[in-house]
């Protein structure tokens, strides 16, 4: 009886051992299974979006993919000024190929969002948020420093400017151009501009984002 119980309390704890190490191989796949899942939709960009912000900022990383093979051509490298262009001219959400950078841009009621995305890979991102005025084709970005970016763990969001940004705004074929103002115009247009000068000759061709 003494060695039966014996081996019966070693076959018991056998048991026990191996009961424990598949509970412990369970729990290891179990977590390298929700590490998997983390990662992959950790890095869609769109899932990390605040839920008040713009269908433009959601739709970042997959825009700047399609927008990088894109060049909007103009067949003008200047335009005249359009002192009747309206603010539904100017509304809606538009994306641009600059020198080494995308943008993406929404504009309604008084309101822009715009961020300009680097060419090469790049967790880096700038950004301006804030109020518009047009007259006489003539728009004034103004910046709110107060609207922050969109809240991201992946991408690292810098002001772009805090600086007011005059611009010609010129609608052609579909696209809203922007171009530095006349000279004849009496208003101030800083030497270095934040958005016109990373394009070509000054000119942001803005192609409607779908």
């Known amino acids: 009886m003494g060695n039966r119980g014996q081996n019966l309390k070693e076959q018991i704890g056998n048991n026990l051992i191996g009961v424990v190490i598949l509970g412990l191989g369970a729990l290891a796949l179990i977590m390298v299974g929700y590490l998997a899942y983390q990662k992959l939709y950790s890095s869609d960009v769109s899932d990390k979006v605040q839920q008040n912000d713009v269908d ?48 993406l841009l929404e504009m309604k009621k008084g309101k822009y ?5 680097p060419n090469k890979a ?35 969001y810098s002001v772009l400017t805090r600086s007011k940004m005059p611009l010609m705004a010129v609608k052609y074929k579909g696209k809203l151009i922007w171009q530095v103002p006349p000279r004849d115009i009496k208003i101030y247009v800083p030497p270095y501009h934040p958005v016109l000068n990373r394009a070509e000759d000054k000119i942001v061709v803005w192609s409607v984002l779908e």
């Open 122 to 156: 790049s967790k880096k991102r700038y950004y301006s948020n804030g109020d518009y005025k047009i007259q006489d084709g003539i728009v004034m970005l103004m910046p709110d420093l107060n609207r922050g970016p969109p809240e991201s763990e992946t991408f690292k």
């Open 113 to 117: 969002r715009l961020i300009i995305i």
């Open 56 to 103: 433009l900022f959601k739709k970042a990383g997959r825009v700047a993919n399609r927008a990088a093979g894109e060049k909007p051509t103009s067949e003008k490298t200047t335009y005249k000024r359009q002192k009747s262009i309206s603010e539904k001219e100017i509304s809606g959400a538009w994306q641009a190929r600059l020198k080494n950078e995308k943008a």
